[in-house]
């Protein structure tokens, strides 16, 4: 490893600007391997423990991170506008606001020659403090943790989880110890038994 100069980085795919880049990363027959890698953006502050980048057998590549965090993370424009177009689709009608991190995250990115759009797969915990989203019906006050399960072909886009909620007002209302399964895409959300259908 070398010390000195801050390291930066802005992937083409992925252009969102990482900046203070620290970790060990080697390089071995067509394969990257990092480990315990920190980096900045703005106030939010990203870590994985380790992953892989490697290319694959029909010329493409495929890239692993596991346990994933972010903390302070800002559902900024220039986050949203980094991500693949599926999931802008879901975000943008969600429109989530409020502090909001990621911890034990597990994600997996594909790039086929055949294929024009990204493929992404991730397993993440968030959690919320005084988070909002702008849903058929808005929900505000969010407190508590979420799990999301999700995939994108590059073109479409799915979510869904389990809500681990303490508090969050709808309509004026607050609802406390919110649990229950959830589903979503580009235009539908479904929480509690039509979600657990989806699922299946």
């Given at each position: 490893?070398?010390?000195?100069?801050?390291?930066?980085?802005?992937?083409?795919?992925?252009?969102?600007?990482?900046?203070?880049?620290?970790?060990?990363?080697?390089?071995?027959?067509?394969?990257?391997?990092?480990?315990?890698?920190?980096?900045?953006?703005?106030?939010?502050?990203?870590?994985?423990?380790?992953?892989?980048?490697?290319?694959?057998?029909?010329?493409?590549?495929?890239?692993?991170?596991?346990?994933?965090?972010a903390d302070r993370l800002a559902m900024s424009r220039d986050?949203?506008?980094?991500?693949?177009?599926?999931?802008?689709?879901?975000?943008?009608?969600?429109?989530?606001?409020?502090?909001?991190?990621?911890?034990?995250?597990?994600?997996?990115?594909?790039?086929?020659?055949?294929?024009?759009?990204?493929?992404?797969?991730?397993?993440?915990?968030?959690?919320?403090?005084?988070?909002?989203?702008?849903?058929?019906?808005?929900?505000?006050?969010?407190?508590?943790?979420?799990?999301?399960?999700?995939?994108?072909?590059?073109?479409?886009?799915?979510?869904?989880?389990?809500?681990?909620?303490?508090?969050?007002?709808?309509?004026?209302?607050?609802?406390?110890?919110?649990?229950?399964?959830?589903?979503?895409?580009?235009?539908?959300?479904?929480?509690?038994?039509?979600?657990?259908?989806?699922?299946?």
């Open positions: 490893p070398t010390r000195g100069r801050p390291v930066s980085l802005e992937m083409r795919l992925f252009p969102y600007r990482l900046d203070e880049l620290e970790g060990t990363a080697t390089y071995r027959r067509g394969r990257v391997d990092w480990q315990n890698v920190v980096a900045h953006h703005e106030r939010s502050v990203y870590s994985v423990g380790s992953g892989s980048w490697q290319v694959t057998a029909d010329g493409g590549w495929q890239c692993n991170l596991s346990n994933v965090s986050l949203i506008a980094a991500i693949p177009p599926a999931l802008q689709t879901v975000l943008d009608k969600l429109q989530p606001t409020g502090a909001i991190g990621l911890y034990n995250g597990s994600f997996t990115f594909a790039k086929s020659p055949q294929v024009q759009g990204l493929a992404a797969a991730w397993d993440v915990t968030v959690e919320c403090q005084q988070a909002a989203l702008q849903c058929a019906v808005p929900l505000r006050g969010i407190n508590g943790g979420v799990r999301i399960v999700g995939r994108s072909d590059g073109r479409n886009a799915y979510v869904s989880g389990e809500f681990g909620l303490d508090t969050l007002l709808c309509k004026d209302v607050q609802l406390t110890n919110v649990r229950g399964p959830f589903w979503a895409d580009a235009t539908h959300f479904l929480a509690g038994e039509p979600a657990c259908k989806q699922q299946n």
